[in-house]
C-alpha cells in the first residue's frame, strides 16, 4: 500500500513538473454593468512532498482608484483516478488532509491534467441549493500559460476571462 501511495504521488509530480513555475499577466473583465475591469493576476504552481500546490491572486482595479486583492493557495494529491487530483484543504483529527465540505458552504475543490491542460475546479452551494463552478484551465504556452477562467451560476454563464500568463 505504500508503495502505491509513493509511486501516485511520484505520478502527480511528474505530471505537475511541466506546470511548476511563476507566471504573471493581466485582463480586462467584463462586470455586472458591461464595464471593462482591469484585473492583474499571478499564479505559482509547486511540487510538495504529495502532489503540487497551486497559489494564485488577483487584483481587481475600480474606477474609484481602489484595488481588491485575493490571494488562494491549495495543495493536491493523487486520487484512484488517473490524472484527477483532490484539494487537501484542511487536516481532520487524525492529521490527514481533507476535503471542504459543500453542505456547509464550503468549496468542493478537484484538479485534473489532461495533455498540456492543468484544470481546477471549484464547486459552490448556496444556503438555497443553488450552485456555481468555477473552472481554471491554464495550458502550457509559448514563454508562459494560457489562462481561461469561467464561472457559471445555476446553469448560466457568470463570467469569463482569458489571459496570457508570462513565466518569470
Same mark, same amino acid.
Given at each position: 500500500m505504500l508503495i502505491c501511495l509513493l509511486l501516485s504521488a511520484s505520478g502527480a509530480q511528474a505530471q505537475a513538473e511541466r506546470f511548476v513555475g511563476s507566471y504573471t499577466g493581466s485582463a480586462e473583465v467584463q462586470s455586472a454593468d458591461g464595464s471593462l475591469v482591469p484585473r492583474d493576476m499571478s499564479v505559482t504552481i509547486s511540487e510538495t512532498k504529495e502532489g503540487f500546490n497551486i497559489s494564485w491572486t488577483s487584483i481587481t482595479y475600480r474606477p474609484d482608484g481602489r484595488a481588491k486583492e485575493k490571494s488562494y493557495s491549495i495543495s493536491f494529491?493523487?486520487?484512484?483516478?488517473? /490524472? @484527477?487530483?483532490?484539494?487537501?484543504?484542511?487536516r481532520n483529527v487524525f492529521g490527514h488532509? @481533507?476535503?471542504?465540505?459543500?453542505?456547509? !458552504?464550503?468549496?468542493?475543490?478537484?484538479?485534473?491534467?489532461? !495533455? /498540456?491542460?492543468?484544470?481546477?475546479y471549484s464547486l459552490f452551494v448556496d444556503p438555497q441549493g443553488g450552485y456555481e463552478i468555477q473552472q481554471f484551465d491554464r495550458t502550457l504556452a509559448d514563454g508562459g500559460l494560457q489562462l481561461e477562467f469561467q464561472s457559471v451560476r445555476n446553469g448560466k454563464v457568470h463570467r469569463r476571462v482569458s489571459s496570457f500568463l508570462k513565466k518569470q
Open positions: 494529491v493523487p486520487t484512484d483516478r488517473e /490524472d @484527477v487530483y483532490a484539494a487537501a484543504m484542511r488532509e @481533507v476535503q471542504l465540505n459543500p453542505m456547509e !458552504g464550503e468549496p468542493y475543490v478537484w484538479a485534473r491534467i489532461i !495533455g /498540456d491542460t492543468l484544470s481546477l
